[in-house]
């Protein structure tokens, strides 16, 4: 065994307030993403997470969601997954670890979570990202972790520009096709349906992992935002950008400026396509899709950012309950995702209870918020009880083994 021995996880004195607050507050918009995908039992064409709508309040509540949400939050998380990247292994080697056994922690760590996110797509959620994550993390720790920071930014870039080109080739070829010869878009109907609308638990459970075999490849690698964005976390990290925001206050003002503000340009340009107040050609739904994926790169950035302001904005300062109640569901929050899961699938389900088949966009919105105040709760009374998160304690064990 090497006499340099890989110290625990970060203590609560030793973390930086706006990735937690960032953390905690992403898992609010990851429910309000995620849910809408439990609406099975919907007839008529579906190329996204949402069903056609059947009243205001429900067009209203997707117009939002599309514009400020969708696409916009798994980017994020890329950036903070990143970014703690680079903080474990540098706190590694400030406490004497040799370089390889820094570098095997993290793969290691990696690997487990595309275990984590097997296990999960398989029990409850086709949707998954932590095995996305997984992937591409050990995918670029073992390409860019001890590359220069020029490097990283020029990769990124590179990345950000063949999203543009792809997006703007795809409406090119939109265009220039006959209407009436446009290929029809891939329907996730099926997918939603066979997932969440088959009663029969092993049938659905089939589906969940084969979903989620493709979609570890696709989001993880194929779309590039989230590898870009894992790249911009760790370039991020290695200025603590996070960790002393006031000495980055002009970057981190302009980044959410105009990341956000391109996020919802794009995504309410896609939202007035999708609830058909804009008319827009046969076959240019799969173009818009592109916007989201490209403009919500900007937006998970833009969002990190904004929590940097805010995180120096707080610095010095008592949070008060919610705050600190919401800060302590970042520090768990490989455990509240899972939450999410195991307080949406079995509800709303066919295999479960059923709900998602008799409940409309609006009150599923409200649903997700419920549950995320449920595991805001949660958090809250574990860190009152000075407890890790119960997946933070399997992951550690699995990652560090026994201490």
């Known amino acids: 065994m090497s006499r340099h021995l890989a110290r625990g996880p970060v203590g609560a004195r030793e973390r930086a307030l706006a990735p937690d607050l960032a953390r905690g507050f992403m898992l609010l918009l990851i429910v309000i993403a995620n849910t809408p995908w439990y609406l099975w039992g919907r007839a008529g064409e579906r190329v996204s997470a949402h069903p056609p709508s059947e009243s205001f309040i429900d067009q209203l509540t997707q117009g939002l969601i599309i514009t400020t949400i969708d696409l916009r939050v798994y980017p994020m998380f890329a950036f903070l997954f990143g970014y703690g990247i680079v903080q474990l292994y540098l706190r590694q080697q400030a406490a004497g670890t040799d370089e390889r056994t820094a570098r ?9 979570l595309l275990i984590f996110g097997f296990v999960h797509a398989a029990l409850l959620w086709f949707g998954d990202i932590l095995g996305a994550y997984g992937l591409a ?5 073992w390409l860019f972790l001890r590359r220069r920071d020029g490097t990283l930014l020029v990769w ?17 070829a939109v265009s220039a096709t006959p209407e009436g010869e446009a290929e029809e ?29 493709f979609l570890i490849v696709f989001q993880g690698l194929l779309t590039l935002a989230v590898p870009i964005a894992i790249l911009l976390g760790i370039w991020a990290a290695r200025r603590r950008i996070l960790e002393e925001p006031g000495a980055h206050l002009p970057l981190l003002r302009r980044v959410a400026v105009i990341g956000i503000g391109t996020a919802w340009i794009g995504g309410g340009v896609t939202a007035l ?10 076959g240019a739904v799969q173009a818009f899709e592109l916007v989201q994926v490209t403009t919500g790169l900007a937006g998970g950035v833009g969002y990190v950012a904004l929590f940097g302001l805010v995180g120096h904005r707080l610095q010095g300062r008592t949070l008060g309950t919610f705050g600190a109640a919401v800060n302590a569901l ?19 389900a066919a295999w479960g209870f059923g709900l998602g088949q008799h409940m409309g ?21 574990l860190e009152k009880r000075n407890q890790r998160g119960p997946a933070e304690v399997v992951l550690r064990r699995l990652t560090y083994g026994k201490q």
């Open 273 to 282: 396509a999708k609830l058909g107040v804009w008319d827009v050609p046969e």
């Open 156 to 172: 990124s870039a590179i990345g950000a520009g063949v999203l543009v080109a792809l997006t703007l080739l795809t409406f090119a």
């Open 361 to 381: 966009s609006a009150n599923l919105f409200l649903y997700a918020v419920a549950v995320w105040v449920l595991t805001v709760i949660g958090a809250y009374m």
């Open 104 to 112: 095997n922690l993290l793969q290691r760590r990696n690997f487990w």
């Open 137 to 141: 993390g050990l995918l670029l720790v």
């Open 185 to 213: 878009a891939f329907n996730l109907y099926g997918v939603i349906e066979a997932a969440n609308g088959e009663p029969n638990y092993l049938a659905s459970m089939i589906t969940r992992i084969s979903f989620w075999a």
């Open 330 to 348: 970042g520090k768990r929050s490989l455990s509240g995702y899972l939450a999410q899961s195991i307080l949406c699938a079995p509800i709303l």
